[in-house]
């Protein structure tokens, strides 16, 4: 269990920093991720389940798959261990979560998001650290 809670603190980390594609803040500076919104599961042998749960600022937030990309791409690239990644939107926060669900969790409708290059372009400046 320890060591779950240390993987949910090193996804925490790294999603944090993301930035609102509107605004000059963090996800963390927004409440739209929380240490609590992070839960791990080990599901193999160092392997695990990261379910993420955030909360859009705004219900009708058009920006939330945005951000749900934004968090997938981000934790794609800096998660130091095999994982399964679930990223979902806190149950009763928006109008259409169930069809941001479906899409920030399906691989293809993910990939073909990010060969658009407006939203590859937005995604970027979301998840590069700042210098």
Do not use: W
């Amino acid at each position: 269990r320890a060591m779950e809670h240390d993987r949910a603190m090193e996804v925490y980390d790294i999603i944090r920093t993301i930035r609102d594609p509107e605004k000059p803040n963090t996800l963390e500076e927004l409440e739209v991720v929380t240490e609590n919104c992070v839960e791990v599961q080990e599901i193999g042998e160092e392997e695990y389940l990261v379910i993420i749960r955030f909360t859009p600022t705004v219900p009708h937030c058009s920006l939330a798959t945005l951000i749900g990309l934004c968090l997938r791409i981000k934790l794609q690239r800096c998660l130091p261990f095999r994982h399964k990644l679930e990223i979902y939107i806190s149950e009763g926060t928006h109008s259409t979560e169930e069809d941001i669900n479906k899409q920030i969790n399906d691989k293809e409708r993910v990939a073909a998001a990010m060969e658009n290059p407006n939203l590859r372009e937005i995604v970027e400046q979301c998840v590069t650290e700042p210098d």
